[in-house]
């Protein structure tokens, strides 16, 4: 019988009240039970419904509020908003979450592509203002690439992660920088979803070659080979990931 590795066993998280009531509440207001404009029951009546108290209940609301997914009106309530244009970045990882994993089709096509427009920016400009201190981190990453195990998924998608902030840093742009630091858990749940399904074989080796042209690429400050190189590789991410995600 073959053993599965312990690096692909995630260990078993335990959440707050809190953290229960802004998913429940997540879940109604994202499956659409729960619909724009529609105002929440008083605090204490949803509490009791959800078996909450009230000081926990309102937590979670200016949670939801800072999210863009509710809007406290004072003395008048608790309103539903519509996310699609009041949601805030804050949402975005609750989105790709939400289901338990269980991919929003729109929601996907429309992150690859808006990463796709960015990440294609950061590398053309990495290509432009990298620095020799950038060049030896990245050297350094494809070097520690060569020293990890296929089963060790967690440290698999931390040095993709880590490709990917290092190149958007070299950018010079901060906004780039602070945008791609924002989507770590979601870019994390997408490069733990490929690896776990292709560390092992021709698809990773590809990933690594492409990583290792964009490096040359960006060390010869060739910016419109790096931008290519960049589409290119998470175009190959993209293809594969559709056939493996599951979807709602």
């Known amino acids: 019988m073959k053993e599965i590795p312990i690096q692909t066993i995630d260990p078993i998280q335990s959440i707050s009240l809190k953290d229960a009531c802004i998913r429940k509440l997540e879940g109604l207001i994202l499956s659409g039970d729960l619909a724009p404009g529609e105002r929440l029951p008083s605090e204490r009546d949803l509490a ?11 937590q979670a609301i200016v949670a939801l509020d800072a999210k863009g997914l509710v809007r406290i009106e004072p003395r008048h309530g608790v309103f539903i908003c519509d996310f699609k244009r009041d949601g805030s970045m804050a949402l975005l990882m609750t989105l790709m979450q939400h289901e338990d994993g269980v991919y929003q089709p729109q929601l996907l096509t429309s992150l690859i592509q808006a990463r796709l427009h960015i990440e294609t920016e950061t590398a053309r400009l990495a290509a432009i203002n990298r620095t020799e201190v950038d060049l030896i981190e990245f050297r350094s990453l494809l070097n520690e690439r060569q020293t990890l195990s296929p089963g060790n998924i967690p440290a698999l998608v931390e040095y993709d992660f880590n490709i990917h902030q290092l190149i958007a840093a070299a950018s010079g742009n901060l906004m780039f920088a602070l945008i791609l630091n924002s989507l770590k858990q979601v870019h994390s749940n997408l490069a733990g979803a490929f690896y776990r399904a292709f560390a092992d074989g021709q698809l990773s080796n590809e990933l690594i070659a492409f990583q290792q042209t964009l490096y040359q690429a960006i060390a010869e400050q060739n910016a419109k080979q790096a ?8 175009r190959h991410g993209e293809t594969h990931l559709l056939e493996i995600l599951p979807l709602s």
Request: proline share 5%; glycine share 6%.
């Open 227 to 234: 931008a290519q190189i960049m589409a290119a590789m998470l």
């Open 48 to 58: 009791l419904s959800l078996g909450v108290s009230r000081p926990v209940l309102h």
